[in-house]
């Protein structure tokens, strides 16, 4: 099967940086798109940032300018630089990707949504 497993996420005061690292593995075929979504408390999953591959990348409103997320296809893995952090960043941060990998029969199997199982992010003095 494949992970996506992220890392990264820490506590950090306000003004602060972190970077997330999110490394896909197993029998990958392909990853198109990957991307990070966040989930704070109380509220609904949301989009973060999300880069096709050979694309260009996208950024929710929020964190546009802050942000900047890249990939490193020779890796799998996709990374969120996050600047200047905000309390309001704070929540679970979610890699997802679209993929295609192989089964253990070797057949092919794409998925449009994989996710990791999170990386928690607190920002806070």
């Known amino acids: 099967q494949v992970q996506l497993v992220e890392s990264g996420g820490d506590l950090v005061q306000p003004g602060g940086s972190l970077r997330l690292s999110c490394a896909a593995s197993?029998?990958?075929?392909?990853?198109?798109?990957m991307g990070w979504y966040r989930q704070a408390p109380g509220k609904q999953r949301e989009l973060v940032a999300i880069?096709?591959?050979?694309?260009?990348?996208k950024y929710s409103d929020s964190v546009k300018g802050r942000f900047t997320i890249s990939r490193d296809n020779a890796e799998n893995t996709v990374y969120l630089q996050m600047n200047t952090l905000k309390p309001e960043d704070t929540a679970v941060y979610y890699c997802?990707?679209?993929?295609?990998?192989?089964?253990?029969?070797?057949?092919?199997?794409?998925?449009?949504?994989?996710w990791g199982k999170g990386t928690l992010v607190t920002v806070s003095s």
């Open positions: 997802n990707a679209e993929l295609c990998y192989y089964r253990d029969d070797d057949s092919p199997v794409c998925l449009r949504d994989y």
């Open positions: 197993g029998r990958i075929l392909s990853l198109t798109a």
């Open positions: 880069i096709p591959n050979g694309g260009v990348a």
